[in-house]
């Protein structure tokens, strides 16, 4: 059965530091990877996504994430993190873009001043 | 682009009522949709897949019959839940999304708390 582990609940980081919120997975066959990003009050939004080529993948507002295939991996990682960047974030796996989606438990971020 | 609209965002209604929930596309054709249900704490949980024109397709575990989906349209899919109780609150998120290899688009969530 496909599983998504996020190993950090809780992340409270100072503004200015890296981030790097870990994701894995175990999927049968070719996985497709994405990272989205819930703010307060609003919708799940995409982040980046992985579907093949590079394994390093670069998104919106400077995240980053890693697929590292033999460690089954898809960490996210963004040097330097604003107080905005405050949200929930979610990593996902599916056996194709359309295709159905299995999500992690999220880690909630907090960034503060 | 590629905004998802659900509404209502919240529904407090009493135990037996069946509610409905809409999830519309807004500026692009939404081949396939979703419902996902979150419980406090938790991943979401898909509960099952729209193709438009077809039956739904459920995940293990899920009545179909207590949870109504129709996809009558290319920008509008509906989950009706039937007949519910205290344990059907939850927070019911639909997403969408035009071609089989693009992500899925989001809205923001009905909250439905029975009474």
């Known amino acids: 059965a496909q599983s998504v582990s996020q190993h950090n609940h809780h992340v409270i980081l100072s503004e200015a530091a890296s981030l790097e919120l870990g994701c894995n997975y175990s999927y049968g066959g070719t996985v497709n990877l994405f990272w989205y990003v819930q703010y307060p009050g609003q919708h799940l939004q995409l982040l980046l996504k992985y579907f093949s080529g590079d394994p390093l993948v670069k998104g919106i507002k400077g995240f980053e994430a890693e697929f590292i295939k033999s460690k089954f991996s898809f960490n996210l990682r963004k040097p330097s993190v604003q107080w905005s960047d405050t949200a929930e974030y979610f990593c996902a796996a599916g056996g194709g873009g359309g295709n159905k989606l299995t999500f992690g438990t999220g880690t909630q971020l907090k960034v503060e001043l | 682009g590629a905004v998802v609209s659900q509404h209502p965002s919240r529904v407090i209604c009493k135990s037996g009522t069946s509610v409905k929930i809409e999830c519309r596309s807004l500026d692009f054709q939404a081949t396939t949709m979703f419902w996902y249900r979150q419980f406090p704490k938790q991943s979401l949980m898909l509960m099952a897949t729209?193709?438009?024109?077809?039956?739904?397709?459920?995940e293990q575990g899920v009545e179909k019959d207590k949870f109504l989906i129709n996809h009558a349209s290319l920008t509008l899919s509906t989950l009706t839940v039937t007949s519910a109780h205290p344990e059907d609150s939850s927070f019911y998120i639909c997403s969408a999304t035009s071609y089989s290899n693009q992500p899925q688009h989001f809205g923001d969530g009905t909250r439905l708390s029975i009474l």
């Open positions: 729209s193709n438009e024109g077809s039956k739904a397709t459920y």
